[in-house]
């Protein structure tokens, strides 16, 4: 029999990965908290307010009532890290896998996603789904390829099976921890990037980030207990790359709203999509300043982000740092 998932989250990439589970007449449940959105899913197969304009699978079905995921035999969590510990109390105990697919670091405890899920699911096994996927694109079937991370060599495949499609194709790893550094840290270098872009700092300035942003990513992950080659594939480098080089990515824009000079209150304040990378940067920093691993780059994201250095200032202490090998 064909697993039966459920997707917790009802924004842009919960929807995204319930149409592409659905394929071509799976049922999916999809779990969203705001009752407008569960109303124009079933009513107009459509999410208005977070993936507009992308007509939905027949098979899915959205509700706001939580227990109803209890018919699920796995469940793709999907609401942003800093609201993940809360959804997963709301869910009833059990063994029920939980695919996690938010991208970050939780704000005071400094737990990767799979840690705080071991800690509210006891009992439920972890898996992690994290790659370079814009929603938008994911949600019309454009190819896709993402990493599935999961301890569990048998569960893993057994899910992979379950979500691989023509147009979307998960590669399995066991590096659940590598997945997840992967996907939180490109968000704050995707910030970067964006500055580099709205202050006009040029293309050699945004592939100095990126590569001297990937040296900082595989520090802080070794460091973690990741996997080199996690980092260098689809949900490091690979994830690196796509938000990196498009105004498609929240936290590029937001870096560029930065880069030209606007205030990250301003920025951020009465957005309904969620830039990860502005919640991770002063976590992930303290973090790395705890294990001592240098990451200049996560540091002058910080400060741009709490407004204590320009973006001026940023680029000249940068370039002033001492000269270094380039491989430590
Ligand atoms: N959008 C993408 O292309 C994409 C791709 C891969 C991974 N992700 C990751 O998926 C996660 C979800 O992002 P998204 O793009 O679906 O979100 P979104 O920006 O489209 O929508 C915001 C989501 O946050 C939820 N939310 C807002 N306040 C909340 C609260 N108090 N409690 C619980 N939920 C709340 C909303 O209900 C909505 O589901 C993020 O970690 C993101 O990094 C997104
Ligand atoms: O829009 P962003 O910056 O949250 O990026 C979306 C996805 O994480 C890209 O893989």
Redo the contacts with the bound molecule.
């Keep these: 029999m064909t697993m039966r998932l459920g997707v917790i989250?009802?924004?842009?990439?919960?929807?995204?990965l319930a149409q592409t589970v659905a394929g071509e007449g799976e049922p999916v449940l999809l779990w969203?908290?705001?009752p407008e959105?569960v109303e124009a899913i079933n009513a107009d197969r459509e999410n208005r307010l977070?993936?507009a304009g992308i007509p939905l699978a027949p098979g899915i079905r959205a509700t706001t009532a939580i227990e109803d995921l209890g018919q699920c035999d796995a469940l793709l969590v999907?609401?942003?890290?800093q609201?993940m510990r809360?959804?997963l109390h709301m869910l009833p105990a059990g063994d029920r896998p939980l695919v996690l697919?938010?991208?970050?670091i939780e704000a005071g405890s400094a737990m990767l996603m799979s840690e705080v899920a071991l800690e509210v699911q006891p009992a439920a096994a972890i898996a992690v789904l994290?790659g370079p996927?814009?929603?938008?694109e994911?949600a019309q079937g454009l190819p896709t390829a993402i990493t599935l991370a999961c301890d569990d060599e048998a569960l893993g495949a057994a899910l992979a099976q379950r979500i691989a499609s023509p147009g979307f194709r998960p590669y399995a790893s066991r590096d659940v921890i590598g997945a997840e550094v992967g996907?939180a840290v490109k968000?704050v270098l995707a910030i970067a990037c964006g500055v580099v872009e709205g202050a006009g700092l040029g293309q050699n300035a945004r592939a100095a980030l990126i590569s001297r942003g990937f040296a900082e990513m595989t520090r802080f992950g070794l460091a973690r207990g990741a996997k080199a080659e996690t980092l260098a594939g689809l949900a490091g480098l690979g994830d690196l790359v796509l938000t990196c080089s498009s105004t498609s990515s929240?936290n590029f824009s937001l870096g560029r709203g930065l880069g030209e000079g606007r205030s990250a209150t301003d920025l951020l304040a009465d957005r309904?999509?969620?830039a990860?990378g502005a919640f991770t940067a002063p976590v992930l920093r303290d973090a790395a300043r705890a294990a001592d691993v240098d990451m200049p780059v996560v540091e002058a994201v910080c400060a741009l982000l709490d407004g204590s250095a320009s973006v001026d200032a940023i680029v000249e202490q940068l370039l002033a740092r001492p000269l270094r090998p380039e491989g430590e």
Excluded: D, Q
């Design positions: 989250g009802g924004g842009a990439w919960g929807t995204a969203a908290r705001e959105v977070y993936l999907v609401t942003p890290a609201h809360t959804i697919c938010a991208k970050g994290s996927t814009f929603a938008h994911v996907g968000n929240r309904r999509t969620v990860e």
